[in-house]
């Protein structure tokens, strides 16, 4: 599992962002200076003139990063783009029994992209029943737009617990009243599977899933971070 800083996106510093190789299995993907690109947005330019003494007091900026394996007889290379804001803020300092004025950036650095995609958890310890079952294609999807958009990532996750009930051949449709197929909603098929698995543990555990995926797909509101990384936690569970 990822640090939780870098799951919240909450990092103040590109080299401070580091995790295993999924190509070697035992290199770790760290910084690499020679591979790191960054450029002030025309937006920042243009629009951030405000400044105090010659001094932005806000910039913007776009980055590339490469970060390599740390195995020799592998060093493949991700890719990680994103935003570097930095605002300035004034402190105080004593310098020599003095009282001077200085000035620091604070920087958020935001990812949106990571190539290949970043899986959040081990996925190889996974057995399915049915090898063209969708869903490690679920779970990679969640993953990809993990870093972009939470209800797209929660939404994802959804559909991996509907490809989950699929694999276990939980039924999607019954005949309703009226003579008509009618589509089994997810919260029954959850517990139609948890009665046949008898996984009462995991029932908790899926429904919590499934309400975190209503959220993000039909509630009209967003689906905030922390609900996001508490479904990537959840799932690592499994
Ligand atoms: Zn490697």
């Known amino acids: 599992m990822l640090d939780s800083n870098i799951l919240q996106n909450n990092l103040s510093k590109i080299d401070h962002l580091s995790f295993k190789c999924q190509t070697c299995n035992v290199g770790t993907k760290v910084f690499d200076r020679d591979k790191y690109f960054e450029a002030e947005s025309a937006f920042s330019r243009n629009e951030f003139r405000r400044h105090i003494n010659g001094i932005h007091t806000n910039i913007h900026k776009r980055f590339s990063a490469g970060l390599t394996s740390t195995n020799p007889d592998c060093k493949d290379i991700s890719i990680v783009l994103g935003d570097c804001n930095s605002l300035i803020r004034f402190v105080t300092i004593d310098y020599e029994g003095q009282t001077i ?14 190539i290949p995609t970043l899986h959040l958890f081990d996925l190889g310890r996974f057995s399915f029943k049915n090898p063209d079952s969708s869903i490690i294609k679920e779970l990679e999807d969640a993953f990809d737009v993990f870093w972009q958009s939470n209800d797209c990532s929660g939404m994802k996750i959804r559909s991996f617990l509907e490809a989950l009930m ?33 996984k009462h543990d995991l029932e908790d555990i899926l429904k919590n899933l499934k309400d975190f995926g209503n959220f993000a797909s039909h509630s009209g509101q967003s689906l905030p971070r922390e609900g996001l990384i508490l479904m990537i936690k959840l799932l690592s569970l499994f």
């Open 166 to 198: 699929d694999d276990n051949n939980i039924p999607k449709k019954t005949i309703g009243k009226a003579g008509k197929e009618v589509e089994i909603k997810l919260h029954l098929r959850i517990e139609l599977f948890v009665k046949q698995f008898i």
């Open 101 to 114: 004025e200085a000035h620091i950036y604070d920087v958020k650095i935001i990812i949106y992209d990571i």
